[in-house]
Every structure is written in C-alpha cells, then in structure tokens.
Nanobody
Framework: QVQLEESGGGLVQAGGSLRLSCAAS????????MRWYRQAPGKQRESVAH???????NYADSVKGRFTISRDNAKNTVYLQMNSLKPEDTAVYYC???????????????WGQGTQVTVSS
C-alpha cells in the first residue's frame, strides 16, 4: 500500500511563514504529479499548487508570489513553502499524488490525512 504523510502545519501570525512536507511511502514504482489542496471551514476543497514529475509548477491565483511548491524525487516528497501568510490562508492542507506501484500497473491518486494551518491576524 501507499501512504502520504503531511507535516509542518501549525499556528502562525499574519505575515509569517510555514513549510509543509508530504512524504509518500510504501510500494512505489513512480510518483507522477504531486499537488497541495486546502479546505477552509464551510468551503470546498481547492487546489493550491501542482508540480509535475519534471518540475513544472502552477499555482492558484490567490497564492502566486507567496507560495512555492517543490519536490525531492529521491525522497518521494513534496514541499510547500508558504510566505507572507494571511488569515484567509487558514485551512486544512492536503497532499495529493499520482502514484504507480509497478512497471505495468495503473496510476492511482492518493491523499494524505491533512495538516492544519492557522494564521492569526
């Protein structure tokens, strides 16, 4: 099986920074795209940032210029550096990855359990 484990959430004041990590473990042949989503109370889950296995990235307009997604392919880990945090960034942040478990196997989408980020004003 495959597991995604997030870490790095917490409480921070507006204007501060946090770095989230998400490590994939288990039976993994290849990790394709990796993404960060977030869900604020009473709102739908939204895409925050996406990085391909080749390193191409894109971001939600609300975080462009403040957040940076990166990955370490050797560690099957994706990061989200969040700077200039705002109270509206408060949410549970989820990691998502497209993973193939064998050479001939299909690719499936996996989710982490989420990590809480709270930004105080």
């Amino acid at each position: 099986q495959v597991q995604l484990e997030e870490s790095g959430g917490g409480l921070v004041q507006a204007g501060g920074s946090l770095r989230l990590s998400c490590a994939a473990s288990g039976r993994i042949f290849r990790v394709n795209s990796m993404r960060w989503y977030r869900q604020a109370p009473g709102k739908q889950r939204e895409s925050v940032a996406h990085i391909t296995d080749g390193g191409s990235t894109n971001y939600a307009d609300s975080v462009k210029g403040r957040f940076t997604i990166s990955r370490d392919n050797a560690k099957n880990t994706v990061y989200l550096q969040m700077n200039s945090l705002k109270p509206e960034d408060t949410a549970v942040y989820y990691c998502n990855a497209d993973i193939r478990q064998s050479f001939s196997g299909a690719t499936y989408s996996y989710w982490g359990q989420g990590t809480q980020v709270t930004v105080s004003s």
